[in-house]
């Protein structure tokens, strides 16, 4: 792999205390319902982790890959369901997790999905959320930081399969 140059965006203690701050209001949010907590992989690995271990409720875990990007930075607008979820979500409040919003296909595709398949409601949890790129409007419940229109690696995200295991957010610098 070429040298990568990436410059610090958000440092692990702004990390920490924003996923606390985010869970403290989703614990109060859910309180006395029902939730599933459905993590967006692979990108959301490591806020998933950090953020349920926040939420003071009891709450199921599931999974879902869901892609629109193959193997390049862009993506190409059609979506797929790489690792389906084995939930039933019929009266469930769904929390998706999911590390980075920017045209919002992929996350629109999978709150259809959801929907179709019973959900009672869909709230969303987004570690860093690029409006400036969305294509197509999605609610976002839960923000952890709104960023400019880079392309940004590390705690989970990731350039060509590399990068996730920063424990901070960088920008990538591709020139």
Known sequence: MENLDCSLVIDAPAISKRVQEMGEQITAD??????????????????????????????????????????GSDSDGKVEITFDMASHFADKHILVIEDIVDTGITLNYLQG??????????????????????????????????????????????????????????KLNLA
């Open 30 to 71: 859910f309180a006395g319902r029902p939730l599933l907590v459905l993590g967006v992989l692979k990108g959301s690995l490591c806020f998933i982790a950090d953020l349920v271990r926040t939420i003071n409720l009891t709450y199921t875990i599931d999974f879902v890959g869901v892609s629109s990007y193959k193997q």
């Open 113 to 170: 999905q959801l929907k179709s398949r019973g959900a009672q409601d869909i709230s969303v949890a987004v570690l860093l959320d690029k409006p400036a790129r969305r294509k197509v409007a999605v609610e976002i419940a839960y923000r952890g930081f709104e960023m400019e229109n880079q392309y940004y690696v590390g705690y989970g995200l990731d350039y060509r399969g590399h990068l996730r295991n920063l424990p901070y957010i960088a």
